[in-house]
DNA sequence: TTGAAACAAACCGACCGTCGGTCTATTTAT
DNA sequence: ATAAATAGACCGACGGTCGGTTTGTTTCAA
């Protein structure tokens, strides 16, 4: 092989690049360190040389993930003009915004993190989301307790829960995909629907809103999200 | 080796059983299928005449463990003299005791259920026990509905979401359990303890139940858990 | 100023041990 | 007789190692 050198942070990144969609695209398991590094055009021991281990790579996928995701959702928090339940609800609109957008890949994420060669995968980006997030909806919690504008005497563990709540949402989701994939559209979208309802008030329950404060969903969004 | 024959339930039970003992005591993946035939003193054609594969066997392993999880939960939803309410808190008071007897094995099982080696026996009981609970609470919720005594439109939404909120217990009781073994039983207590109301609190809030209806915890539960 | 020696980091790829899984032969029960 | 159950040698793939090579950088004497 043509040897070929580059600054380290180019180089891990081209391996992170390909781990990352060779293991959406395949699964963790069923993707090997020789796909990878043939796909990144490296050799066995360059490899060695980044990651102590296979692990560590599908580590390194998630963490970048997860600061990725942290990267999008900083900025909402740091609006001042907002409330708690105005971030909340700022969260919500960007994270369907962004879904919408990216609905193929999205759902192509789907598919793949639920695979069951995909556990490790799977838990790993949990893991590395709840991570970033929990700190910020902690603080986010604690600042709407503090205005009166929500109820959370224990802000972590709402933050523990919310988060927890929402991994369910990701679970819907790709129920509901899967029976579009079917063919019974009416049927996945009203699954959605109802369940991303039932989700907003749940919220709004537990954090002692009153009704339709929170505005997970938004009229015809189940549907535009399947389709898309 | 000296050729036995026995009972395919009896020999696939061995087998179960092996893989229970060392899947919990050294992780999935960290256990080998020689490992497995050598404690069950079996040969290898005889594991795979009965498990297709490590995966099936894991899948077995976690089957079995919700099945008898189901077995104990059963009784408690029939009995015909208490109202949602009254067996939701059944259940929890018997989930109490079931943690307070079997604290030992618990807590290794926790130990070793969140190493991160053991993602994928995690997942496996994690979605067995899920399909055997959700049914249940679901019933159990919709008749609370019609009886009048909790608030929940959408029983199965509900019940996937009080099921999901369930996992965080048991993350925390790890957290909690750590601490412990770091030392700080005060600390790891009182965490354990706060999180506790915290969670009573989501679903009294969550079914719009009056406060104190609903007892996850009792007064000394998690020091008692945690010395046990 | 230069350039060569010394060093460290990046890289290569043949090789190894382990592990899940297969296959054929043999035994046992009916 | 025959089908289920068992034995264990064997296989290929995979994650990971290792000794060695290349490349860029630093040091320092001429």
Redesign the interface.
Same mark, same amino acid.
Request: glycine share 4%; net charge positive; aromatic share 14%.
């Given at each position: 092989m043509v040897r070929t050198k580059k600054s380290p942070e180019v180089r891990s990144n081209e391996l992170i690049d390909c781990a990352e969609r060779l293991f959406f695209q395949h699964g963790y398991e069923n993707s090997t360190v020789n796909d990878v590094i043939r796909e990144a055009n490296v050799s066995k021991g360059a490899f060695y040389h980044y990651f102590v281990s296979k692990?560590a790579l599908l580590e390194a996928v998630a963490t970048r993930l997860a600061q990725r995701n942290l990267n999008e959702l900083q900025p909402l928090l740091e609006d001042p003009s907002l409330d708690a339940v105005g971030q909340l609800n700022a969260l919500f609109a960007g994270s369907r915004r962004l879904k919408l957008d990216m609905a193929p890949q999205l759902k192509n994420t789907f598919n793949a993190l639920f695979k069951?060669e995909n556990? =490790?995968l799977?838990?790993?980006i949990d893991e590395a989301l709840l991570a970033v997030s929990l700190p910020l909806v902690a603080e986010m919690l604690r600042r709407g307790h503090e205005e009166g504008t929500l109820d959370a005497?224990?802000p972590e =563990? =709402?933050a523990?829960?919310l988060l927890?709540?929402r991994?369910?949402v990701a679970?819907?989701m790709h129920k509901a995909l899967q029976r579009y994939e079917a063919g019974d559209l009416d049927a996945a979208a009203a699954m959605l629907d109802?369940?991303m309802r039932?989700?907003g008030t =749940?919220i709004e329950?537990?954090l002692?809103l009153p009704d339709g404060s929170i505005e997970v969903t938004e009229p015809g969004f189940a549907r535009a999200f399947l389709q898309a």
């Open positions: 692990e069951p556990v =490790a799977y838990h790993r005497p224990d =563990a =709402a523990l829960m927890q709540l991994l369910s679970k819907v109802g369940w039932t989700y =749940a329950r537990f002692k």
